[in-house]
């Protein structure tokens, strides 16, 4: 069984990306094991010149090294990611490089009607920076709106055809994930050059 880690890309207490993730851990587990990160506690990213990595960093970027893939669902707060999502991607792109050619796929959740997806670009975008890398799965773009509304009270979606959705790329995710096992081939090269950019 594949094992996955689960960035809730929201330090807010009453998160429903938090519930979105709560959810895939649940309804798939039968097929995969999630685990839910939190990205709260991490001081401000401030470019330290000793490249000293705070604990905290250390130990998501464990959890990402020993992953076989990595799901991110975020808000959106004025067409972009919150900033604690952002500052948790540049700690993980400052001398370490636990995203490096990892597969990771983006879902987001949002109060309104017009859902995540310039969030899910900018972290798309953040991702596919020579410091981070990832290898996110395209076309999987995978919102859900109005989501004070989604859930029941035992967290499990309303929505037949956003559980049907959902299942597809969950599935093609796994596809995906095994296709990039056989993708390895310039990961050292990839590796060294990130590490090249952040001394110069």
């Not at 559980?163 to 095994?178: P, S, Y």
Request: charged residues 25%; proline residues 5%.
């Amino acid at each position: 069984m594949r094992k996955y880690v689960a960035l809730v890309g929201t330090n807010s207490k009453r998160s429903t990306n938090r519930q979105l993730l709560s959810f895939i851990k649940k309804h798939f587990s039968n097929n995969i094991q999630v685990e839910l990160v939190e990205l709260g506690g991490l001081p401000i990213f401030d470019k330290p010149r000793n490249m000293k990595i705070p604990p905290r960093a250390m130990d998501i970027a464990d959890k990402i090294d020993k992953s076989d893939g990595v799901i991110i669902s975020t808000p959106e707060y004025d067409h972009a990611a919150p900033a604690v999502l952002m500052n948790a991607l540049e700690w993980l792109s400052y001398g370490i490089q636990p995203f490096m050619d990892k597969p990771v796929m983006i879902t987001g959740a949002s109060f309104g009607g017009l859902g995540t997806s310039r969030a899910q670009a900018h972290v798309r975008q953040m991702l596919d920076a020579p410091e981070l890398r990832a290898r996110i799965m395209p076309s999987s773009e995978y919102m859900v709106a109005h989501s004070l509304q989604a859930f029941d009270d035992d967290g499990q979606l309303f929505d037949q055809n956003n559980i049907e959705k959902l299942e597809g790329l969950i599935a093609d995710f796994q596809e995906f994930v095994e296709l990039n096992s056989h993708l390895k081939h310039n990961l050292n090269v990839n590796r060294l050059d990130a590490s090249r950019i952040m001394t110069n």
